[in-house]
């Protein structure tokens, strides 16, 4: 049988998921990048973005709010802000969301109002891509 890697992802909030997987791509705050079985350990910091996964032929995809990865030779631990799977995703919430982002990025008054609602609108948007891959 092929080798595989374990793959966890978890919130402060709850376990998001646990699965026997063939690879990973997740979005490291340097970039993209991949893991297959074997790969050697590293400890990375995550952005916003997306994170996928295949195991066989089935392939799902991951909303990532940010947080930290650790990879290991057979085993990916993502200890996210939040996370959600495509098919988890509320898209009136996240539609909403955006909205709401970008009405605040256009009325922002300082530095730190336009920073808050550029991450919300970076959140949403994410959530928006994802969605559409369920
Ligand atoms: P909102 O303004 O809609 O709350 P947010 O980006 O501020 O969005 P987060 O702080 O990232 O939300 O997440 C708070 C909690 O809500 C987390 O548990 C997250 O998984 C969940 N969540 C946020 N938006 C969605 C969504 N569109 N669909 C499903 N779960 C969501």
Redesign the pocket.
């Known amino acids: 049988m092929a080798e595989k890697i374990i793959l966890d992802i978890v ?1 402060p ?2 376990k998001v998921l646990s699965e026997s997987v063939d690879i990973v791509v997740a979005p490291g705050e340097e970039g993209e990048f991949g893991v297959l079985p074997g790969h050697i350990p590293f400890l990375c910091k995550l952005k916003v973005g997306e994170l996928r996964f295949r195991s066989g032929t089935s392939a799902r995809h991951v ?1 990532i ?1 940010g947080g930290y990865a650790e990879v290991l030779p057979h085993h990916v631990t993502i200890l996210a ?4 799977e495509a098919s ?7 539609q ?2 955006r909205e ?2 970008e009405r605040r990025i256009s009325e922002a008054k300082d530095k730190l109002e336009f920073a808050r609602a550029q ?2 609108l970076q ?2 948007v994410a ?1 928006l891509r994802v ?1 559409e891959k369920k």
């Open positions: 919130t909030e709850k909303a709010m802000t939040a996370a959600e988890e995703i509320d898209v009136v919430r996240a909403a969301a709401r982002a991450g919300a959140r949403a959530r969605a």
